[in-house]
């Protein structure tokens, strides 16, 4: 019998698909490209980008950058630097512990939307592009040329899912921009940086000392930015740059450097902004300063309640209030019905003290309350003691508060002889009334950071933690609940209580229309809850960096007149979406949010 054997007729297995980019050119003209489009763009820079100097910054000089164009030659460094390492140039590799790609592309689209959005500020100002000079077509022609070389970089594309047939067309629609999005996210997606190794503590040291007068030179030009243009500028170059820092790993590295030294690090940064009055000229950013430092200060005392606690508190603002009120009233005000003077150190316990009560009759009949409905009851308090400080005024109830019109007048502080109120010469260095207080209010922040880092590590602050976490199983293993919320509650109205009083000081006068719940200026209950939530919760670093924000912005986008809030609620919205942790998240609350993130080795006793 004859056995006939037929060849199968299945397809051979696909060879696997080699990585291509979102632009359908090879990789390395992409990469010669994205090279090439930098370095020409730093050049540019060196060129006039108009003819007149009517367009803020003077773009007009040969060989010096201006305005600007300042920012786009600190984009175009970046991507070239980044774009040099992606050739693995050996000595470069430390640049890019997470690849060179992903960093590339965002530091890439940074300089160009930096770039094209100065171009079309020149041409909607002056009236056309007719009055760019050749160093206005040479950097838009560049950054283009770069962020198309960047984009055809290769990736490796996710899986696509499968259609089903039976779907509709809106449904397949949908799995189809999905699938997009998805490829999107991936083509910006960047791998796990490596550990860092250990380097000699003096040269960790030196690192940390680089990264934070990195960050006093950042903070110092964008508090600095004299025009509306500028500003936008930096915050397109800072948002990108950092981005491109990020997905390099560098920022990785530097988290875990500063971690090994941790209490050099504080003292550092201490020191650092302790040097911003330094850097200006003149009283007017250090007016900025002063009040970042106060909502900052209130803000971290928030952080006790929503971030390690879990209490949603709608009414924090009232704290500050009853502690500016409280210190106003024993300050020497002509408007106070009291007529006493009291020195600083006793108004600052006058304030804290206010305000701790004012926090333990509140919160001792309400944090019973849970989720929505304690967010209700502070929302109320907040509401009843702005009401309540407009009328006592002596006509609708007792003469107190002195109604709308507030206590006025309040003089200026002095501790040990030193009058912040007065100029003061420093080493050369002239020093005003707000940088005065600036020092004054970075000390109380250091307080309030001790507070908050001892705190946190306490037995108390794991207490907080468990019952943010799950209030039901903490009080079956033994945690008494509503102690433990009451003291982070007092604990945080005392610290805003001991912001208030430099605030009444700061400000002169203090008024109940300053204490509302939502507004166009910070502070206000609102903002203080968005600066927490911004910046990451139950960090340090993060309702501080996030405070910044918030008062730094809406002061420098006035321009925008009544779109402010629209502007603001959907910059909020967007970082929700895509980053709900926060700007600083702590690792725990990071993995809640991206279960794909690797698990951390170590968790302080706050998640930090």
């Known amino acids: 019998m004859t056995t006939q054997t037929t060849a199968s007729t299945s397809p051979a297995a696909p060879a696997a698909s080699t990585p291509t980019g979102l632009i359908g050119i090879p990789p390395q003209l992409g990469r010669a490209l994205a090279t090439g489009g930098s370095a020409l763009a730093v050049a540019s820079t060196f060129l006039a980008w108009t003819w007149t100097a009517e367009f803020p910054g003077d773009l007009t000089f040969y060989g010096y950058p201006g305005g600007l164009q300042v920012l786009v030659l600190v984009g175009a460094l970046l991507s070239t630097l980044f774009a040099v390492a992606s050739y693995g140039v050996k000595g470069l590799g430390w640049l890019t512990p997470g690849g060179a790609d992903a960093a590339l592309k965002y530091a890439v689209l940074g300089t160009f939307a930096t770039a094209w959005y100065t171009i079309l500020a020149i041409s909607f100002k002056l009236g056309g592009l007719v009055n760019l000079e050749p160093g206005g077509y040479i950097v838009a022609a560049a950054t283009l040329a770069a962020l198309v070389g960047a984009l055809a970089l290769p990736f490796e594309r996710p899986e696509p899912d499968p259609i089903d047939p039976d779907d509709s067309s809106w449904e397949q629609f949908k799995h189809d921009l999905g699938q997009r999005w998805a490829t999107l996210r991936a083509a910006f997606a960047a791998g796990s940086p490596r550990p860092v190794r250990t380097?000699?503590?003096?040269?960790?040291?030196?690192?940390?000392?680089?990264?934070?007068?990195?960050?006093?030179?950042?903070?110092?030009?964008?508090?600095?930015?004299?025009?509306?243009?500028?500003?936008?500028?930096?915050?397109?170059?800072?948002?990108?740059?950092?981005?491109?820092?990020?997905?390099?790993?560098?920022?990785?590295?530097?988290?875990?450097?500063?971690?090994?030294?941790?209490?050099?690090?504080?003292?550092?940064?201490f020191i650092a902004a302790a040097c911003f009055p330094f850097t200006q000229t003149d009283d007017q950013y250090a007016t900025l300063g002063v009040y970042i430092l106060i909502f900052a200060t209130v803000a971290l005392g928030l952080n006790i309640v929503v971030?390690?606690?879990?209490?949603?508190?709608?009414?924090?603002?009232?704290?500050?209030?009853?502690?500016?009120?409280?210190?106003?009233?024993?300050?020497?005000?002509?408007?106070?019905?009291?007529?006493v003077h009291f020195p600083f150190w006793a108004a600052v316990l006058v304030?804290?003290?206010?305000?701790?009560?004012?926090?333990?009759?509140?919160?001792?009949?309400?944090?019973?309350?849970?989720?929505?409905?304690?967010?209700?009851?502070?929302?109320?308090?907040?509401?009843?003691?702005?009401?309540?400080?407009?009328?006592?005024?002596?006509?609708?109830?007792?003469?107190?508060?002195?109604?709308?019109?507030?206590?006025?007048?309040?003089?200026?502080?002095?501790?040990?002889?030193?009058?912040?109120?007065?100029?003061?010469?420093?080493?050369?260095?002239?020093?005003?009334?707000?940088?005065n207080y600036f020092f004054l209010m970075l000390l109380i922040t250091a307080v309030v950071v001790l507070v908050f880092r001892r705190s946190g590590d306490s037995r108390i602050g794991r207490a907080w933690v468990a019952i943010r976490e799950d209030e039901t199983a903490a009080e079956a293993m033994g945690i008494h609940g509503f102690r433990v919320k009451l003291i982070a509650f007092a604990v945080g109205a005392t610290l805003a209580g001991l912001a208030g009083t430099v605030q009444a000081h700061v400000t002169y006068t203090v008024t109940p229309e300053q204490y509302l719940f939502a507004g166009t200026t910070p502070p206000n209950s609102?903002?203080?809850?968005?600066?927490?939530?911004?910046?990451?919760?139950?960090?340090?670093?993060?309702?501080?960096?996030?405070?910044?924000?918030?008062?730094?912005?809406p002061n420098k986008l006035q321009f925008l007149g009544d779109f402010q809030l629209l502007a603001f609620g959907l910059a909020l919205v967007l970082l929700m979406r895509f980053r709900p942790e926060g700007l600083i998240p702590n690792r725990r609350r990071q993995l809640e949010f991206h279960e794909e993130a690797d698990a951390p080795t170590v968790l302080s006793k706050t998640g930090a």
């Open 199 to 269: 380097l000699p503590s003096y040269a960790e040291i030196l690192i940390i000392v680089g990264i934070l007068a990195v960050a006093l030179v950042v903070f110092t030009y964008g508090i600095g930015t004299e025009y509306d243009e500028l500003f936008v500028g930096f915050l397109i170059t800072a948002g990108f740059g950092f981005t491109a820092l990020h997905r390099a790993g560098l920022i990785s590295h530097a988290s875990q450097i500063t971690a090994r030294h941790t209490n050099i690090t504080v003292c550092g940064a």
């Open 307 to 339: 971030g390690l606690a879990g209490l949603l508190d709608l009414g924090y603002v009232a704290f500050l209030g009853v502690g500016a009120y409280a210190a106003a009233l024993v300050s020497g005000s002509p408007s106070s019905p009291f007529g």
């Open 351 to 435: 304030g804290a003290v206010a305000s701790l009560v004012f926090g333990v009759l509140i919160g001792a009949p309400t944090l019973r309350l849970r989720g929505d409905y304690l967010a209700i009851v502070t929302l109320g308090f907040g509401e009843i003691f702005r009401i309540a400080a407009n009328n006592t005024d002596g006509t609708s109830g007792p003469d107190l508060t002195n109604g709308s019109n507030g206590i006025a007048s309040i003089p200026d502080l002095k501790i040990l002889g030193f009058d912040l109120g007065v100029q003061h010469d420093i080493a050369g260095f002239t020093i005003g009334r707000f940088a």
């Open 526 to 553: 609102a903002f203080l809850l968005a600066a927490v939530v911004l910046g990451g919760m139950g960090t340090i670093a993060g309702p501080l960096i996030g405070a910044a924000l918030l008062f730094l912005i």
